[in-house]
């Protein structure tokens, strides 16, 4: 059957090659997409990673701060310095999520894996 000059074997093998495009159009951009939620998810970890590497080493600066510090005699000193230690370790975790020195947002931005999207510079800002 012909109308008006359109066969309906020209128009099927249009939609097929409109389709075949199509699919080949979403998988190209299902597959960008994939790439990217992994990029968040590998940069959301990585985030985390430098702010606990963050905190472990304000740890150990606080630590050795507090060595410098004479020692109190109201309170038997074990029990006074693993008081003291709990709580130095949980402090140092929330002025590492806090934004602590800036070594975690250092570390973020040198170790993260690059926008495929834009090629900006890596250096510290």
Request: glycine residues 4%; hydrophobic residues 35%; proline residues 2%.
């Amino acid at each position: 059957m012909q109308i008006a000059g359109i066969s309906s074997s020209s128009m099927i093998s249009n939609l097929d090659s409109v389709q075949t495009k199509a699919k080949g159009d979403f998988a190209e951009h299902l597959a960008q997409e994939t790439e990217k939620a992994q990029q968040v998810k590998d940069n959301a970890k990585l985030k985390k990673t430098c702010q606990d590497l963050e905190a472990v080493f304000l740890n150990i600066m606080m630590t050795n701060m507090r060595k410098t510090v004479d020692k109190s005699k109201l309170v038997d000193s074990s029990k006074e310095e693993t008081m003291t230690s709990m709580l130095d370790a949980e402090m140092t975790k929330d002025m590492a999520k806090a934004g602590g020195i800036g070594l975690a947002d250092m570390l973020y931005r040198q170790l993260r894996t690059p926008d495929p999207v834009s090629n900006k510079s890596q250096a510290p800002k």
